[in-house]
């Protein structure tokens, strides 16, 4: 549950005053620095209250699309060797995120970081654990794509021979005219191109959405029996000041990381939760600074982005670099401790977050937190067969 770099009063006025938001965005906008949203035509599935996410213009949300990039995404042939898809690293009962600590490219080559849940991406502004300029998921799709440092799929130079396969399957001959009929019409290049693929990729992933939890059942949808006595109670002490967690893993999505339809100006959240301090001034290890390693400023060591917790008792293991193992590993040697290296070194990071203060949970409240926690788990989303492997034979 990582902590906000702001203060503790910062951070609560930025939550009691939802105002400003909606001021600034109608401020920018009449200066013509946000663009008017069209709304989409295409069916979200959203229950009622959500809020659409926001869609690139030039790449609209279709079902044709959406179908064209799950093919797309459960597709080991887009990894140089046919050993690796989208979906070996972002697996469906997983809520779409690894179970290795780190995932595995081509050349069995470790990566960098714990691959995240792609549940609500669509909602996430920006979309890596730490570098701020990875906003649009077009151009996410490049990274494992045809990235070197690590090597994930491993087509870098090899970009003819992967639209020649796509333009000589049967599938695909299909697929791609249907979710790309302008493209069609124009030819082959068109069709077949990284603009198709990324689009196609970035429509899937924006479809991967998740409101189906116990928990939304309790909190939205007025069932009162939907969640357990203890998952109550362990809601409760998760919107407490003593343990701090919502002021970072708040909202509908349990980020500080969020841009939607009502909120075009995104918000962003980076922060330093204390994993790491090797030298009692901070230092994280190093391929591990986060967003100092873009900033280059010294206050940015460590701070990464927070991801959500929605599914999170699906989502093992945990922090950026997958070395928690277990949820109440998580709280109790981490988050209730002010810091694992804290804990450690027995003196605090001068770069942790101000929230994180640490806490002391009483008998049973660590239960009542991870019932709280797996209320956040939807079963319908881990088995929706829209969003299975369609490579797969019954």
């Known amino acids: ?6 203060t503790v009063a910062a951070a609560r006025r930025r939550r009691a005053n939802p105002a400003a938001t909606v001021l600034a965005c109608l401020l920018m906008l009449a200066l013509g620095v946000l663009p008017v949203i069209a709304r989409s035509s295409y ?22 699309k959406v179908q064209l990039g799950r093919h797309l995404f459960y597709d080991r042939r887009l990894s140089r060797d046919g050993s690796i898809a989208c979906a070996s690293c972002h697996q469906q009962e997983r809520a779409f995120a690894d179970p290795r600590r780190l995932p595995s490219g081509v050349d069995g080559q470790p990566g960098e970081r714990n691959a995240m849940s792609l549940a609500n991406v669509a909602y ?38 992967l639209f020649e396969g796509l333009r000589t399957d049967p599938v695909y001959q299909r ?9 069609a019409r124009a030819g082959d290049a068109r069709l077949y191109s990284l603009a198709s693929l990324t ?32 998952a109550r109670r362990g809601e409760a002490l998760f919107f407490s000041e003593r343990t701090e967690c919502y002021h970072c893993h708040g909202g509908f999505n349990f980020t500080d990381n969020l841009v939607h339809r009502r909120q075009p100006l995104a918000e962003t959240g980076f922060h330093n939760t204390g994993l790491y301090d090797l030298d009692a001034r901070g230092t994280y290890p190093a391929g591990q600074t986060g967003l100092a390693a873009f900033t280059g400023a010294r206050s940015d060591m460590g701070r990464f982005r ?24 998580v709280i109790r040697e981490h988050y209730a401790k002010a810091g694992r290296s804290a804990n450690s070194a027995g003196r605090p990071s001068p770069l ?31 088995n929706d067969p829209r969003h299975a492997d369609p490579w797969k034979k019954p």
Do not use: C, K
Request: charged content about 20%; proline content about 10%; aromatic content about 8%.
């Open 1 to 6: 549950m990582p902590a906000t770099h702001s």
């Open 43 to 64: 069916d979200w599935g959203l229950p009622q209250g959500m809020p659409e996410p926001v869609v690139p213009p030039d790449n609209p949300m279709s079902d044709e």
């Open 124 to 161: 996430l502004p920006v979309l890596t654990w730490s570098n701020p300029m990875i906003t649009s998921l077009e151009v996410q799709a490049l990274i494992p794509l045809f990235g070197e440092h690590p090597v994930e799929m491993g087509m870098s130079g090899r970009e003819q021979q």
């Open 175 to 183: 697929l791609f005219p249907l979710a790309f009929p302008e493209e």
């Open 199 to 230: 689009r196609a990729l970035a429509s899937f992933q924006r479809s991967l959405i998740s409101f189906d939890s116990p928990y939304d059942r309790y909190r939205y949808r007025g069932q009162s029996d939907a969640i357990s006595v203890s």
């Open 306 to 329: 927070t991801p959500s917790l929605r599914n999170v008792s699906v989502t093992a293991p945990y922090m950026h670099d997958g070395s928690i193992a277990d949820l109440r590993a």
């Open 352 to 382: 942790r977050s101000e929230l994180m203060v640490g806490f002391e949970l009483e008998a049973g409240e660590l239960d009542d937190l991870i019932a709280f926690l797996s209320a956040l788990t939807d079963e319908r989303f881990l």
